[in-house]
């Protein structure tokens, strides 16, 4: 038994032998490749620490459960364009959005982009600095992805975007602040150790109609020849409050319309016309005349019964 | 925080409530006759609107990165100007019309590009790649493959559908042409018809009117044009098959009308109605024994014989 016991053992050894031999063979080979930098590099892997990397900015990007795949998709193709975000599983809302928060900061990021479906229509994009505010509420109309759109414009995955604005930014002190909170958002830091070491493509916001209109372009040529890439969306804004996603209220949009409203009232418009007909059937049946036409009473006398009539 | 939940949950129930409301006053407003259809009554704000500009602006000196500007990349700037400047001005159907308000888009895209490259080449930020670089891209290949089949079909579509439009653009022209003709035939035809009511009537003039319009005709119908080809075209249309099969066949003739009577066989008396019927017994018979060169009998030759 001892023998065999022994043998045992002694196999075990070789075999742990042998697994130290083959790791060490894993840790040498790296060492050994180090002259030699490889061919390929997947985008997702990491770079080397050692650079100056200051500005930190994270941004985590989710959704509340319920979103539907439009928002799924562009959440999608943002963290495909920025390579300082990070993602985070759905979450079920009730009651308040200060779990918001917590969630953030467990995650280490500084900025959020959170996604929020109602009705399974109305898409609502806070945009927050997580710990002292402000949070900034849009209502996002017009949205389309990157896949669905056909564009021909690509750049590189995570490389850095040029932030430009539109005049109107700097006129009005709450869209002052948005523009801020954008370019930390959407500017890519530099140095940012999974971010490409090129600048290729433009990220454009542009005021009409009193909306954001996000595009996102590629730079063909040095001479300024673009060609967009996706995706497109518009960005009406709500409200602005002090705090992330608490505080007093610092801004509302006079021009905003509840999408539930503008529904109601497109429906009313649209039964307007009904109601017109109804109306006009009413004063139609008020202005009728009772006689059709006048006539002299004595004529009557000419109106004979007839026989069978006559008997009864 | 308390803000927030007011503001998303008491939303939907506020709503009912107000178009409850709003209905009763609606009905009140119709009775007084204040109502009439196409009136709209606007609503006011239940209470004013919040702007502060100053906690914006504090908040902003906040919030705002003093970093250089290679770590911001943002740039301000307005539409490049062009000969398109129109566009620009244009302000109000910006948001409706397509065209006009990518191509703002693009423009201040490309003003940003155009300030911003020369800064980055200053602070040493490469904006092209080298061809050798291969990087995981943005939109995938297959997607790209997608989008550049997407383009040729595209193209291939609206090329395709011109080449239609030319078609049938040419085919209205045909007809129109065809009915200019038709019409010119019949004019014709009705002048002809007046002329001749003319002649019946024992008037001079119809006959010269007849020689005159009937002059262009005599002639052609006298002098064979030296375009023989001209004349075929003008005939109808040529079965070429028939015609190789006439050619090697032969054409035995019409054969439309041949069982139909004429004078000829209905002035026949007795024997067949029809001269496709089939003879009656008898007369096969009969018909059989006259045609026959009778050859006489054996015995009857053997005694022809016997007497030469």
Same mark, same amino acid.
């Given at each position: 038994?001892?023998?065999?016991?022994?043998?045992?053992?002694?196999?075990?050894?070789?075999?742990?032998?042998?697994?130290?031999?083959?790791?060490?063979?894993?840790?040498?080979?790296?060492?050994?490749?180090?002259?030699?930098?490889?061919?390929?590099?997947?985008?997702?892997?990491?770079?080397?620490?050692?650079?100056?990397?200051?500005?930190?900015?994270?941004?985590?990007?989710?959704?509340?459960?319920?979103?539907?795949?439009?928002?799924?998709?562009?959440?999608?193709?943002?963290?495909?364009?920025?390579?300082?975000?990070?993602?985070?599983?759905?979450?079920?809302?009730?009651?308040?959005?200060?779990?918001?928060?917590?969630?953030?900061?467990?995650?280490?990021?500084?900025?959020?982009?959170?996604?929020?479906?109602?009705?399974?229509?109305?898409?609502?994009?806070?945009?927050?600095?997580?710990?002292?505010?402000?949070?900034?509420?849009?209502?996002?109309?017009?949205?389309?992805?990157?896949?669905?759109?056909?564009?021909?414009?690509?750049?590189?995955?995570?490389?850095?975007?040029?932030?430009?604005?539109?005049?109107?930014?700097?006129?009005?002190?709450?869209?002052?602040?948005?523009?801020?909170?954008?370019?930390?958002?959407?500017?890519?830091?530099?140095?940012?150790?999974?971010?490409?070491?090129?600048?290729?493509?433009?990220?454009?916001?542009?005021?009409?109609?009193?909306?954001?209109?996000?595009?996102?372009?590629?730079?063909?040529?040095?001479?300024?020849?673009?060609?967009?890439?996706?995706?497109?969306?518009?960005?009406?804004?709500?409200?602005?409050?002090?705090?992330?996603?608490?505080?007093?209220?610092?801004?509302?949009?006079?021009?905003?319309?509840?999408?539930?409203?503008?529904?109601?009232?497109?429906?009313?418009?649209?039964?307007?016309?009904?109601?017109?007909?109804?109306?006009?059937?009413?004063?139609?049946?008020?202005?009728?005349?009772?006689?059709?036409?006048?006539?002299?009473?004595?004529?009557?006398?000419?109106?004979?019964?007839?026989?069978?009539?006559?008997?009864? | 925080?308390?803000?927030?939940?007011?503001?998303? =949950?008491?939303?939907? @129930? &506020? *709503?009912? /409530?107000?178009?409850?409301? $709003?209905? !009763?006053?609606?009905?009140?407003?119709?009775? %007084?006759?204040?109502?009439?259809?196409?009136?709209?009554?606007?609503?006011?704000?239940?209470?004013?609107?919040?702007?502060?500009?100053?906690?914006?602006?504090?908040?902003?000196?906040?919030?705002?990165?003093?970093?250089?500007?290679?770590?911001?990349?943002?740039?301000?700037?307005?539409?490049?100007?062009?000969?398109?400047?129109?566009?620009?001005?244009?302000?109000?159907?910006?948001?409706?019309?397509?065209?006009?308000?990518?191509?703002?888009?693009?423009?201040?895209?490309?003003?940003?590009?155009?300030?911003?490259?020369?800064?980055?080449?200053?602070?040493?930020?490469?904006?092209?790649?080298?061809?050798?670089?291969?990087? =995981?891209?943005?939109? @995938? &290949? *297959?997607? /790209?493959?997608?989008?550049? $089949?997407? !383009?040729?079909?595209?193209?291939?579509?609206? %090329?395709?559908?011109?080449?239609?439009?030319?078609?049938?653009?040419?085919?209205?022209?045909?007809?129109?042409?065809?009915?200019?003709?038709?019409?010119?035939?019949?004019?014709?035809?009705?002048?002809?018809?007046?002329?001749?009511?003319?002649?019946?009537?024992?008037?001079?003039?119809?006959?010269?009117?007849?020689?005159?319009?009937?002059?262009?005709?005599?002639?052609?119908?006298?002098?064979?044009?030296?375009?023989?080809?001209?004349?075929?075209?003008?005939?109808?249309?040529?079965?070429?098959?028939?015609?190789?099969?006439?050619?090697?066949?032969?054409?035995?003739?019409?054969?439309?009308?041949?069982?139909?009577?004429?004078?000829?066989?209905?002035?026949?008396?007795?024997?067949?109605?029809?001269?496709?019927?089939?003879?009656?017994?008898?007369?096969?018979?009969?018909?059989?024994?006259?045609?026959?060169?009778?050859?006489?009998?054996?015995?009857?030759?053997?005694?022809?014989?016997?007497?030469?």
């Amino acid at each position: 038994m001892k023998r065999k016991v022994d043998s045992d053992d002694s196999k075990q050894r070789k075999n742990k032998k042998r697994m130290k031999n083959s790791r060490n063979i894993d840790i040498d080979s790296p060492a050994e490749k180090l002259s030699v930098l490889p061919a390929t590099r997947s985008s997702e892997d990491v770079q080397s620490m050692k650079c100056n990397w200051t500005n930190k900015q994270k941004v985590l990007i989710f959704s509340t459960r319920g979103v539907s795949y439009l928002a799924r998709h562009v959440m999608k193709n943002l963290r495909a364009l920025m390579p300082h975000t990070k993602s985070e599983p759905k979450i079920e809302i009730r009651k308040s959005f200060s779990i918001l928060n917590e969630v953030v900061e467990l995650r280490n990021c500084n900025k959020v982009l959170f996604f929020d479906m109602k009705k399974k229509k109305d898409l609502y994009l806070w945009m927050g600095n997580v710990p002292d505010g402000p949070t900034v509420k849009f209502l996002v109309e017009n949205l389309h992805t990157m896949e669905e759109l056909k564009l021909t414009g690509n750049c590189l995955k995570g490389s850095r975007p040029l932030l430009s604005f539109d005049e109107k930014f700097d006129k009005e002190s709450h869209w002052k602040l948005i523009k801020e909170l954008l370019t930390q958002i959407f500017g890519t830091p530099y140095h940012q150790p999974k971010s490409q070491p090129f600048v290729d493509h433009v990220l454009s916001f542009s005021i009409i109609d009193n909306k954001i209109w996000f595009r996102n372009y590629q730079i063909v040529e040095e001479n300024g020849a673009l060609a967009e890439i996706g995706p497109r969306f518009v960005l009406n804004l709500h409200c602005i409050f002090e705090k992330s996603f608490c505080g007093m209220l610092l801004y509302e949009n006079p021009q905003y319309i509840a999408p539930n409203l503008k529904r109601r009232l497109a429906k009313m418009k649209a039964s307007q016309k009904y109601k017109e007909r109804i109306y006009s059937k009413v004063a139609f049946d008020q202005t009728k005349p009772k006689e059709s036409y006048t006539y002299d009473k004595t004529d009557e006398i000419f109106q004979t019964k007839l026989a069978e009539n006559a008997e009864e | 925080m308390s803000d927030i939940e007011s503001d998303n =949950q008491d939303g939907d @129930s &506020d *709503e009912e /409530m107000d178009s409850e409301q $709003e209905d !009763l006053e609606l009905q009140q407003a119709l009775k %007084e006759g204040r109502l009439q259809p196409g009136l709209n009554i606007e609503e006011k704000p239940k209470r004013p609107l919040i702007n502060n500009k100053k906690a914006l602006d504090a908040k902003y000196t906040e919030l705002y990165l003093n970093l250089p500007w290679t770590e911001r990349l943002d740039c301000t700037n307005a539409p490049l100007s062009s000969k398109d400047a129109e566009i620009i001005e244009n302000n109000e159907d910006l948001a409706d019309s397509d065209f006009k308000r990518e191509m703002l888009f693009y423009r201040q895209a490309q003003a940003a590009v155009i300030d911003a490259l020369p800064k980055l080449k200053k602070a040493n930020i490469s904006t092209k790649r080298p061809d050798d670089y291969y990087a =995981q891209m943005a939109k @995938s &290949d *297959e997607h /790209m493959k997608k989008i550049r $089949e997407y !383009l040729v079909n595209r193209k291939t579509d609206i %090329e395709r559908r011109e080449k239609v439009r030319k078609l049938r653009e040419l085919r209205t022209f045909g007809k129109k042409v065809q009915q200019e003709v038709l019409q010119k035939r019949q004019e014709e035809k009705t002048q002809l018809l007046k002329t001749m009511k003319k002649i019946r009537k024992g008037k001079k003039e119809g006959v010269r009117e007849l020689e005159e319009s009937l002059g262009d005709r005599k002639k052609r119908v006298m002098q064979p044009t030296k375009n023989g080809k001209q004349d075929m075209n003008s005939k109808k249309r040529k079965n070429s098959r028939l015609e190789y099969k006439n050619k090697k066949f032969g054409f035995g003739g019409k054969k439309r009308n041949m069982k139909k009577n004429t004078a000829e066989s209905s002035a026949e008396i007795g024997g067949k109605s029809n001269k496709w019927e089939r003879p009656s017994f008898h007369a096969q018979k009969a018909k059989k024994g006259k045609n026959k060169q009778a050859r006489p009998g054996k015995t009857n030759r053997q005694k022809m014989k016997a007497r030469k």
